[in-house]
T-cell receptor, first 108, second 112 residues
Framework: GIQVEQSPPDLILQEGANSTLRCNFS?????LQWFHQNPWGQLINLFY???GTKQNGRLSATTVATERYSLLYISSSQTTDSGVYFC??????????FGKGTRLHILP | SAVISQKPSRDICQRGTSLTIQCQVD?????MFWYRQQPGQSLTLIAT?????????ESGFVIDKFPISRPNLTFSTLTVSNMSPEDSSIYLC?????????FGSGTRLTVV
């Protein structure tokens, strides 16, 4: 089956810093999503981005489907950005496969 | 995107007992997915539930342990049966969607 790899696994940054999270996938996908899981466990959908670039405030994402990767950019980090960021892909069989996540810790 | 209500939000259960988790969606959906997230881990798909047919379970998950009901197109339940401490996890439901997937707020289960 498809493999989804996220890097880095852990990231500690000072408030105000910028960060780039990466998601590599091993096969063609129909859909790719980025999620933020907050400390209470809730999964927040950040981007639905099978290809191209999208921006929402301080967050943006780019997926290059032909090269099988996606990037999530977080600018001017805030402590509320802390949590785990997951990349998930849909291969067309109505299932989504999650990466192992990047645990982000923003220090005040 | 769909509005999802998942209950209970958390529970502490004795080993050997069972817990039923409910997932209600505000619109009709074809498929409902159930996921498990063990502590510090990513999400793993347990099963896919279609209305009117038996759920399809992923490798490592069986119906006797995780029976699922799907009585209509807006509701589903997942039961965690004969629980052990290893079942302590967050359980999440997710309906299929046109523009990506959304998730219920999750059920945080602790088995003691």
């Amino acid at each position: 089956g498809i493999q989804v790899e996220q890097s880095p696994p852990d990231l500690i940054l000072q408030e105000g810093a910028n960060s780039t999270l990466r998601c590599n996938f091993s096969d063609s996908v129909n859909n790719l999503q980025w999620f933020h899981q907050n400390p209470w466990g809730q999964l927040i959908n950040l981007f639905y981005i099978p290809s191209g670039t999208k921006q929402n405030g301080r967050l943006s994402a780019t997926t290059v489907a032909t090269e099988r990767y996606s990037l999530l950019y977080i600018s001017s980090s805030q402590t509320t950005d802390s949590g785990v960021y997951f990349c998930a892909v849909d291969c067309g069989d109505d299932k989504i496969i999650f990466g192992k996540g990047t645990r982000l810790h923003i220090l005040p | 995107s769909a509005v999802i209500s998942q209950k209970p939000s958390r529970d502490i259960c004795q080993r050997g007992t069972s817990l039923t988790i409910q997932c209600q969606v505000d619109s009709q959906v074809t498929m409902m997915f159930w996921y498990r997230q063990q502590p510090g881990q990513s999400l793993t798909l347990i099963a896919t539930a279609n209305q009117g047919s038996e759920a399809t379970y992923e490798s490592g998950f069986v119906i006797d342990k995780f029976p699922i009901s799907r009585p209509n197109l807006t509701f589903s339940t997942l039961t965690v049966s004969n629980m052990s401490p290893e079942d302590s996890s967050i359980y999440l439901c997710s309906p299929d969607g046109v523009d990506g997937y959304t998730f219920g707020s999750g059920t945080r289960l602790t088995v003691v």
